[in-house]
Each structure stands twice: as C-alpha cells, then as structure tokens.
C-alpha cells in the first residue's frame, strides 16, 4: 500500500478583476543608477564654506546669507552654525537659510465602506510627494480599510501523483460548492484549475523509459506519463467548467518530492522552473499572490515551516479523502484577508524606510518601527493607520518611485521620491557690486572671485599676494611671529583664518570655550575668543544655569524652605539640610517630637514645659479642636498620666499654629480586658482538663462493668483447670521394664 503524503496549493489572489493569474511577468523593471557619495556625518553641525555643503553635513545647520555678517579674520564657512546660534550672533531671521523637508499628498480618494466589491478603495493615499533633506525624516500616514466584497481569484493547483486516486473524484464535484461559498463574502469570485507530478528530470525521478511512460503500479489503470506542471483551466466563473475540465484528469505516478510543488508554484506565477524557497516568496510577492497550502498529516510540520518562510501564506491539514477542501479554503481566505502586510519596492543607495503599526484593537504592534508594517484580526470595515518614515543620507541625482502595497491586494501608494540638496538663495547676483564693484558674483551673502581674483570681497589680485606691504597687515606690530597666528592665511592684506579662529590676526579660539555636559557653551550661547556669549535667561562660564527660579520656590512660599539659596534654578541646601527644596535635615526632630510638649503644656498644663510654657512655647499658637475624623497628618500623644491626644502642625504666616484635639474621656477598661482575656484562657484551659479526665474515668467504669459481667456468664469445675490443655505428644521410653507402661507424655 502506498504511503500517502497528500499536498495541494491553493493560489488566491485579491485582485480587483483587473488582471488574471495566469498572465506572466515578461519584463523587468529598468534598474536606476543612484549617485555613491556619502555625506559627512557628525555629532553637531560644523562650519562649512558654502551654502550646499553646510546643509548637507548636518540637519541641524543652517547658513546666513546676511552680507558682512562675518567679523574681521572671521572665515565665511562660519556663517554655517545652529539657527540659535546664527540668531544670538545677530543674524536676521529672514536672512536665515535653513531649507527643511516637505510633503505633498497628490491623489487622496476616500476609503469605501460597505460592500463595494470591485470599486472599493482600502488603501489612501493613493499618490504622494516626499521631499527629504539628507539626514532629517519625514513621517507620513497610510491607511487601510477592508471592505466587503472585495473580488477573489483562486487557482486550485493539484497533485495528480498516485496518491492523490481517491481525492480527485472529490475535487470534481468542489467547483460548485467552492463558489457558492466564496459567493457569500464576495459577489466577484473566479476559479481556474492546474496540476503537477514531478520534475521530469535526474535527481528527482528515474528516467526509465518504461517507468516515465506508465509509472502507475497497474498495467490496467489509465495513467499519465509524469510532468512538472500543466495549465488546464484559465480563471472563470463557470462552475460546469471547472467540473468538467477536472473530469478529464488522470493520475499519474506516486513520485512526487516537494521540488515538484515547488516547480509548479513558481510556472503558475512566471513560467520558471528550479526554484528556491526565496525565489518562490518574491515571484508570489511580486505577483500579488497568496498561496493556501492544504497537506495531510504526515507533511503539515515541514509546511508549517515553510510557510514563515512566504508572506501571507497559510497551511491547513486536509482530510484523507480532501473532504474539508472548501472549509479549509474558507478558513484560509479569512485568515489571509484579515491580515494586513504593508510592503515596499526596492529603496534608492543611502534612503531607508520603517513602519509602525497602529491597529486599533485589533492584534496590536503598537509603536513597533520594522521594515513592514502589520496588523491581524482586522474585522470588515475597520481601519488601520500605518506611520511610514523615510530617510535618506545622500542626494538623489533624480526623483525615484517608491511603491507600497498592502500583500495580496491590487492597490498601491506611489511616493516621489525627491531630496533637498542645495540653498534656495534669492539674492544670487553676477558681477554683483558688493564683490569689489564686479570682480565676482554673489551668492548666498558670499562673493565667489572671477579667475585671478582673490579675498572675502575679491579686493585683490594674485599678483599682489607677494607683497611685503600686505603681509604687514598679517602679523602682530612688532612683526615677529607667524602670518595669522598660524591659524589662517593672509589674503589681500587680512587675514583669513581656519576652522574656529577669529580675529583681526586668528588670535582667538572660538573652540575653546567652557563646556557643560560636554557640549560648547551648554548649547544655550555661542563661543566668542573663548567666552561664552549666553542666550537670554542663561547664565554661567559655559550658560549651564537658567536665571529662571520657578524649581526653588517651596510650597508654603519662599526659597528652598529658608535652609538655602537658588542657583541655576535649583536649591543649595546649607549644612544639614537636604532634598530638592532643603526641606529635609539630617538629626532633626519631626513635627510631632518638636511640638509635643507646647501641645501638652498649653492644652493640658502638663509636661516638662508646664512650668515655663507661655515662655518656651512664645511663637506657638495653640487651640482646642473637635474633629470627627483624623488623617495622617496627626500626631498622637500621651500625657503623664496616660491621657491620649492629637495635635496638628500647621505653618502659617507669622507662626505655628497646633490644632489639639482630646482624647474622648471614658472609663478605662484595658486592664479589665487583659485580666478578662487571661481568666478566659484559663477557664477554657481546667475545663478541657476536667473534660479529659471525666472522660477517662467513664471509659473506664465501662471497661469495669463489662469484666464483671463477662466473669459472671463463665462456668467450670471447681477442680478443673480452664487453662489446662490435654497433651499432644507421647514419649515411650525403651528401657522401660514394665510391659504395657506408657511413656511420659509431654
């Protein structure tokens, strides 16, 4: 009997009837050549000597095209620096060039709801423009609505190896049934019909010629040569057809491997035979196609595995006899259908992309950034948000088409794809006046210097850079020393210094400044011949305090609870004191042990303060108070003699004040109740001891009672012995004379 190992591939795919499975991909996609140079990347943004190449080293810079913004020796690449630094350095706000990232929703047609069918929209928006600025993001939002109704095609894809004799009777009659079932979740449904055996070639089969040419264990038995694969019923709605063109099958030999279903998967979607594994997940990709994988028990783990390995797909167990083939359909095309798969084509050199899945009470991933996005249990008519982010680190020599898709349906998002790589500087002007009256032309506040032309404003030649008279405006006034301090170049008789020196001579180190928390200046001012120059409300060497007082003010008024003084907005406690305000102390008395004896002397006259009171307890003002319920904030005492009572601190303007409140007198009954409690133990204790020998001393007078009874019924001889038993063994002894003696018996 042959081991059967039963497998069928069902190929759905939601498709919107505007193209068959069966039409195969012929051509691809024309690869784009992308630019390769990698943008400088640095913690914070650094000088730079033109518009283009500071906006590109950070998305923090911004640039000022302000003329003369720069100070003598200052070099023009400094006018690239944070846009709060620019500020504070007395740059314009609208001089201020700091291009930013944008977006731009092209084509937004509203979501369907309700059983739209073929013309539902689940996927917006539909067309969309992103412009990115070399290392800043952009997020975006994609929605997905799953309407009812939506069109189905199915390709049912069988195994006609021997093992599959008795299933295919039953696949005849599913056609009609299938259809109808289908027909309750969609009014657009198609079916089509193929099979496989085995790949006709070494190693997967034997190439005997009289094994390939009936391979069937029976002589008698119609039987098919084995192939890899066979188109038999294009997509239709015809229910007869199916039926009939299923009729007209025949097995063929038990020598299928798994390579066999591979290779009919993969002819199904492209007409390409050897697959692998990754080839199969991106050609069903590709060709928007789930497929259904229904295997008997004996092959349902490796599937199962399998199937992690193929978006959207899903493995089912089918029946001996494939009797719960349209169930197990049914069950797939829910499972498939409530699963949503965002996905994306092929990204530009140096872009990348996450998703984060918001999906509203459905199986969340809440906030979880992958390279797709998903959501599951999505019911009919339920929203999801998807938040796209892209990002890119290099400039784009033109716009790219991105595509996104929802796995297993026809619609997509386009995004145009486009980076922001140069100043959009309008004061631009050549031979401009400003640059020495022609001798170059200005762009973004910069001179750039006609051939032979050389300085900030292109005031000299380079024939005069040999002059004697010029380098004197370069070095100190006793003219020793280097040009520029050594931390510039003398141009036209002024110094141009490098990186983050300034002065007339590059005498000054604009990096040298204090730091806090490692960053120049705090990042709240700007370095100036190393001295930090604080933004407003910013105080210190290196702005690291804020003239701001709000965090010392104590609850009750006042600073740091009078045990200390503000200071960059935060507390300095003095000696003894601690925490945020200063309002804890190290040795000192709680309220309750502080005020406990002016509560008692005042209230009661009482304590080690009665005799001085009015003098020891001056600043405190003491009132009687019946209050019918106590907090926490109460402190309970006691007397000398044993009286309980609260009191309450409160601090107000100008004083103490403390709330007493006495213990309601009454009869004290603690020691009744002590002396109650160990009288009870002890009478429970004798009374369990007077239970215990009552007890005994019954039992004991019965076991009496019945002796004597028992010794009245008895009744013997009173020369007899009741406990005498008669003798069991007789001894003779042969020395013994006598003639007819018996023995001693024992």
């Not at 799953?146 to 056609?175: C, F, H, I, N, W």
């Not at 188109?231 to 099958?249: I, K, N, Y």
């Not at 009665?610 to 309970?636: E, I, R, Y």
Request: with cysteine.
């Amino acid at each position: 009997m042959v081991d059967k190992s039963t497998v069928l591939v069902f190929l759905l795919v939601l498709c919107g009837g505007e193209s068959e499975l069966d039409t195969k991909i012929t051509s691809s996609e024309k690869a784009t050549e992308w630019g390769d140079t990698d943008l400088p990347r640095t913690g914070s943004c650094q000088p730079a000597p033109s518009c283009q190449k500071c906006i590109l080293s950070h998305p923090s810079c911004a640039w000022c095209k302000q003329l003369n913004f720069t100070a003598s020796g200052e070099a023009e690449a400094r006018r690239c620096a944070r846009r709060e630094e620019l500020l504070a350095r007395g740059c314009p706000e609208q001089e201020l060039e700091e291009p930013r990232g944008h977006q731009e929703v092209l084509q937004d047609k509203p979501l369907s709801q309700g059983d739209r069918g073929e013309g539902a929209t689940q996927l917006a928006p539909q067309r969309i423009r992103v412009t990115l600025r070399p290392g800043e993001p952009q997020k975006f939002r994609v929605r997905f609505l799953r309407a009812a109704g939506y069109p189905v095609d199915l390709y049912y894809l069988m195994d006609l190896s021997y093992s599959m004799k008795d299933d295919l009777e039953r696949v005849r009659q599913l056609g009609h049934a299938l259809l109808v079932r289908l027909q309750e979740v969609t009014h657009s449904v198609r079916i089509g019909f193929g099979s496989f055996v085995d790949k006709t070639v070494l190693p997967f089969v034997s190439t005997v010629p009289s094994k390939l040419h009936h391979p069937c264990p029976s002589r008698l038995e119609r039987c098919q040569p084995p192939f890899s694969f066979h188109h038999v019923l294009s997509l239709t709605g015809d229910a007869q057809a199916f039926e009939r063109e299923v009729g007209r099958q025949n097995v063929s030999g038990n020598l299928d491997s798994p390579e066999g279903g591979f290779d009919a998967i993969l002819q199904a979607a492209l007409c390409q035979d050897y697959p692998s594994v990754g080839q199969i997940a991106q050609a069903l990709t590709a060709a928007n196609i789930q497929p259904i994988f229904a295997v008997t028990s004996p092959t349902l783990p490796v599937y199962q595995e399998l199937s992690q390995l193929i978006p959207k797909s899903a493995v089912g167990e089918l029946s001996e006899d494939s009797g719960n083939v349209v169930q197990l359909i049914m069950d797939a095309y829910d499972s498939l259908s409530s699963t949503v798969t965002l996905e994306h084509s092929s990204l530009p050199p140096g872009a990348n992309i996450s998703f984060e899945s918001h999906c509203r009470g459905s199986e969340k991933r809440e906030g979880e950034a992958g390279d797709r996005g998903q959501c599951s249990n999505i019911r009919v008519n339920q929203t999801v948000d998807f938040w796209v982010t892209l990002q890119v680190t290099q400039c784009l020599p033109e716009p790219h088409l991105l595509r996104l898709w929802a796995l297993g349906f026809s619609e997509e998002l386009t995004v145009e794809l486009h980076t922001l790589c140069d100043c959009n500087c309008s004061d631009t002007q050549p031979h401009a006046p400003h640059c020495s009256d022609g001798q170059g032309d200005l762009q973004c506040g910069i001179c750039s210097c006609a051939p032979g032309r050389l300085g900030q404003l292109c005031e000299c030649s380079e024939a005069e850079l040999s002059s004697p008279d010029l380098e004197s405006g370069c070095r100190a006034p006793n003219g020793t020393g280097p040009l520029c301090s050594g931390k510039g170049r003398c141009q036209c008789g002024r110094c141009s210094c490098n990186g983050q020196s300034s002065g007339r001579l590059c005498e000054c180190d604009d990096a040298s400044c204090e730091r806090h928390e490692g960053i120049l200046c705090g990042g709240f001012g700007h370095c100036q011949c190393g001295v930090c120059h604080c933004h407003t409300n910013r105080t210190g060497r290196a702005c690291e305090c804020s003239e701001n007082v709000d965090g010392c003010v104590s609850p009750e008024g006042g600073f740091c609870s009078g045990h200390g003084h503000c200071r960059c907005n935060r507390c300095q406690c003095q000696d003894g004191y601690y925490g945020a305000l200063c309002d804890q102390c190290l040795g000192c008395k709680s309220p309750c042990e502080q005020y406990r004896d002016c509560a008692e002397c005042a209230a009661f006259g009482t304590g080690p303060l009665a005799a001085n009171c009015s003098v020891a307890c001056a600043d405190v003002n003491v009132t009687l108070a019946l209050v019918p319920n106590l907090d926490d904030g109460w402190c309970k005492e006691r007397t000398l003699d044993s009286q309980l009572f609260f009191f309450l601190v409160e601090n107000v303007a100008g004083g103490v004040t403390l709330r007493v409140r006495p213990h309601e007198k009454g009869a004290d009954h603690t020691r009744a109740i002590i002396l109650g409690c160990i009288g009870g133990i002890v009478a429970v204790g004798l009374g369990l001891v007077l239970a215990y020998r009552l007890s005994v001393e019954i039992y004991d007078r019965r076991e009496y009672s019945r002796f004597e009874k028992e010794k009245q019924q008895l009744s013997w001889k009173q020369d007899s012995n009741p406990l005498y038993k008669s003798a069991i063994t007789t001894t003779i002894n042969p020395r013994f004379q006598g003639t007819n003696a018996p023995g001693p018996s024992l």
